[in-house]
């Protein structure tokens, strides 16, 4: 009798489930906060970020989290510099001119432009609608954006 098959099932399974699974995503909560080669203030400050900028949490240890941005570069930060509000970065036209459009209404083509973006601009993210996402940048901007173009979702 062959039971490798039996002894795979549940960890394919469990892989299955971690795939489909939500990523954990954080914001930063403060400007010029500090992301660390490695989970201690010891570590080399690799970046300094500022307040919404999303990540994706890739791992802990401890009170640090390892996280991942829209590019791909990772680093460490201390779980107090974080906050669980969502908030999306344009992750398209990196390099170009061009810059997407936010728009009054969820529409692609029928709603009036409010404001453009370009690439690197951090949203608060208000609600997602049918693969929409309302968004909010400072005081003055509310609108629309098909999420498509956004990363942290």
């Not at 909560?29 to 989970?39: H, L, Q, V």
């Not at 240890?61 to 908030?87: C, M, P």
């Amino acid at each position: 009798m062959n039971t490798r098959p039996i002894l795979w099932a549940p960890l394919v399974a469990l892989l299955l489930v971690r795939t489909t699974m939500a990523a954990e995503m954080v914001a930063i909560a403060g400007d010029d906060i500090n992301m660390r080669s490695g989970p201690g203030t010891g570590h080399e400050i690799v970046w300094k970020l500022d307040a919404g900028f999303p990540l994706e949490v890739v791992g802990t240890k401890g009170e640090w989290l390892q996280v991942r941005d829209f590019e791909g570069s990772s680093g460490w930060i201390h779980k107090k510099t974080t906050q669980k509000n969502a908030f999306a970065i344009v992750k398209v036209n990196k390099g170009r001119d061009e810059q997407i459009n936010v728009r009054k209404e969820p529409n692609l083509t029928a709603a009036d432009i409010v404001a453009k973006a370009g690439y690197g601009v951090v949203f608060k993210v208000l609600e997602k609608k049918d693969g929409w996402v309302r968004v909010e940048h400072g005081r003055d901007v509310t609108g629309w954006v098909d999420g498509r173009l956004l990363w942290g979702l």
